[in-house]
């Protein structure tokens, strides 16, 4: 129920324009997204990146309607892209993109050429890409793309969602030689058809599509901040016998950064997942949605201001 609340809240514009102006907004996004320069990227990535773990950027937006939007974040990643290489930041740090940002929702080979673009670069950067997955509607067109990225740009990355009921099929497709797969559980409303509803259901589910990938012959990358799936995941790379470079966690800016740590300690490849852009405001209401907790923090920082 509260995760319902969230996500409607996430489309409204008037909770919108109240988190906005409310006087502790500011330190609870600074939490969970690097700020809305390139310079914030690249400082919170170097802050990471000194401390022993990956970072995957994404610069914050998805409603793109218009061809001059979509050129302007290709744009920005372009440019991101150069900077990182620029200040020694890559490999290590690599970049999240959605191709909705990049026009896939009113023209799909738009999106591609400039998913296309954004790959090339990261290759003359030494680093990769990863496309983003979102909700349902958008996956088949994705998934189409990144099969055809793949062709020139062989390490771009997937994303599947644990949710969807579909996923188990995709995980079998993508667990092949070469191939990056991020994992995560989902942060779409989705209808029952299509998407498993209960967080029991949802769980099951990423247990298997992680056996699927952990068994395959890919490159796994488990997204997840759940202490149980973690333990799994660890527990599964014992069995099939992964080496730590043969997979890795992933966990979002500001959330468990201590389990990030211990994670790094334990010998473990960690790559946080870092946001950035003044379009805040969505990504951080699917974050609550996916974890609830987080909301705590929020009635935190406002008792911190009265």
């Not at 310079?39 to 309607?65: I, K, P, Q, Y």
């Not at 992933?250 to 490849?269: A, F, K, N, S």
Request: charged letters at 30%.
């Amino acid at each position: 129920m509260l995760r319902s609340v969230i996500l409607a809240a996430s489309r409204s514009s008037r909770v919108e324009r109240l988190v906005a102006t409310a006087p502790f907004s500011r330190d609870v996004v600074r939490r969970f997204v690097a700020g809305a320069q390139t310079d914030d990227a690249l400082r919170v990535t170097r802050e990471l990146v000194d401390g022993g773990v990956t970072v995957t950027l994404d610069h914050l937006g998805e409603d793109t309607v218009t061809p001059e939007q979509a050129t302007t974040v290709r744009d920005e990643y372009l440019t991101l892209l150069r900077r990182l290489a620029e200040a020694g930041l890559t490999p290590a740090a690599e970049v999240s993109v959605k191709l909705s940002a990049l026009g896939q929702a009113f023209d799909e080979q738009l999106a591609y050429d400039n998913a296309r673009a954004i790959c090339a670069a990261a290759d003359a950067a030494r680093t990769t890409v990863t496309l983003d997955m979102e909700d349902h509607t958008t996956t088949d067109s994705t998934l189409d793309i990144l099969a055809k990225l793949r062709k020139d740009h062989p390490s771009t990355g997937a994303v599947l969602q644990a949710y969807l009921r579909r996923t188990e099929s995709d995980c079998r497709d993508l667990a092949t030689a070469g191939s990056r797969v991020r994992l995560c559980k989902g942060a779409y409303k989705e209808p029952e058809s299509v998407a498993y509803q209960s967080a029991r259901e949802v769980d099951k589910s990423y247990v298997r599509c992680l056996n699927i990938l952990m068994s395959g012959d890919g490159y796994p990358m488990l997204a997840t901040h759940d202490p149980r799936l973690i333990s799994i995941g660890e527990d599964r790379a014992r069995w099939f016998d992964r080496a730590p470079d043969s997979f890795e966690f992933q966990m979002l800016y500001g959330i468990r950064p201590e389990e990030q740590d211990r994670l790094v300690g334990e010998g473990y490849t960690v790559r946080t997942y870092v946001p950035y852009g003044d379009d805040w405001y969505g990504y951080l209401m699917r974050r609550l949605a996916e974890r609830p907790a987080n909301l705590a923090f929020f009635a935190r920082a406002l008792a911190s201001r009265k």
